[in-house]
């Protein structure tokens, strides 16, 4: 059995809270036995954390590859830039054609795949790029680590790195400082929603100029999102899962690379889960939010529908209401709807009351 099929499914074993090693873990037994290198200090003994690292790097040595692109796709002005110290911290900026001399709005698109996979290169063959640049918007398409690599907390704190490093290179590109907005799917929804409602991490006095920089944006637009990333929360909105559902007892535990769910009740972890709670993140100055999760249905079915569904896009409005911060949910829009492309123009060219 390939590696990559071993070891999530012994990552995602149920486990106490105990430390989960071969000693005690039938599959980090065996995958001791497939892939003995993957016991980085040699004493024998397969830990979870070692077991991770195996992965990632092993997921490094292939990583998730671009997408085959049709002959009209979109060849980036800036390709592969490197915006931190991960093998996957790597964007492309398609620049717009704009004004002479003026600096132009940007969009940063996030790719979505679960924090499992995808790539930014699905970006230059997208409509909605090809309309943003027409309408002299910029556009980076970014790619980050995923789930073999890290915890989505530190998932999330690399896209807003993306997000900081084009605002220190936004001289070199001509980019607006002030008109950033996000947008993606699934999890770039998710992770736009995070960016949109997290206070700014801008730390003025941080050795790393790019750390200095905003992290705040103008708009997102949000499609198929999840209303937040503190799991605990779900059940409040969407209902008991079905068994089904789930991976494994300890699937939500291992989002964020804790050994266990009783993890969750510690101080690091209510931490933890504070921090990639978007819902409790949102606030009267939150910019505009366009949401756009068209699996309506009234309870979820299956798993997709726990994940994608229009409770998740509702949820966040009704928290947006309560805090006096806009936000729009497509599906119960009634009258014309607007495009993504109107709405991130509107927002975005200072058009927007």
């Known amino acids: 059995m390939n590696a990559r099929f071993v070891f999530p499914l012994l990552l ?19 995958a001791l036995k497939r892939y003995p290198e993957a016991d980085g200090n040699k ?14 790097k092993r997921k490094g040595k292939t990583g998730s590859k671009p997408e085959k692109l049709p002959a009209d796709a979109l060849k980036p002005d800036v390709a592969d830039v490197a915006y931190g110290s991960h093998e996957r911290d790597r964007l492309d900026l398609y620049l717009a054609k704009g004004a002479e001399g003026k600096n132009s709005p940007v969009v940063v698109l996030i790719h979505g795949g679960g924090f499992r996979n995808g790539d930014k290169s699905r970006w230059a063959a997208d409509k909605d790029t090809k309309a943003l640049l027409s309408q002299g918007i910029s556009c980076a398409a970014v790619n980050y680590p995923f789930l073999d690599h890290m915890p989505i907390q530190d998932i999330l704190r690399h896209c807003a790195r993306a997000v900081q490093f ?28 995070w960016l949109a409602t997290h206070d700014d991490l801008a730390d003025p006095k941080a050795e790393d100029p790019v750390l200095r920089e905003s992290t ?22 969407l209902g008991e899962p079905k068994p089904e559902f789930r991976t494994s007892e300890t699937e939500a535990a291992m989002f964020y ?94 058009a927007a009351e």
Not at 166 to 193: C, I, N
């Open 257 to 350: 690379h804790l050994p266990s769910f009783t993890e969750l009740a510690t101080e690091k972890g209510k931490a933890i889960l504070k921090e990639c709670d978007m819902l409790s993140w949102i606030t009267k100055d939150d910019p505009p939010l366009l949401l756009s999760n068209p699996q309506v249905v009234e309870a979820p079915s299956n798993r997709g529908e726990r994940l994608h569904c229009i409770h998740h896009a509702r949820e966040i409005h009704k928290h947006c209401e309560a805090a006096g911060a806009s936000s729009l949910v497509l599906q119960e829009v009634t009258g014309e709807k607007p495009t993504t492309t109107q709405f991130l123009v509107k927002h975005l060219s200072g």
């Open 166 to 193: 084009l605002r220190s290179r936004s001289g070199e590109w001509k980019l607006e400082k002030t008109r950033f907005a996000a947008m993606g799917g699934s999890a770039g929804a998710g992770t736009s929603l």
């Open 216 to 237: 705040r944006l103008t708009c997102a637009v949000c499609n198929s999102t999840q209303a937040t990333y503190d799991v605990t929360r779900w059940e409040s909105f």
């Open 43 to 56: 004493d024998g003994v397969l830990t979870m954390e070692e077991g991770l690292a195996y992965l990632a």
């Open 12 to 30: 995602l074993t149920s486990i106490g809270s105990a430390q989960v090693s071969s000693e005690n873990n039938d599959r980090l037994r065996e």
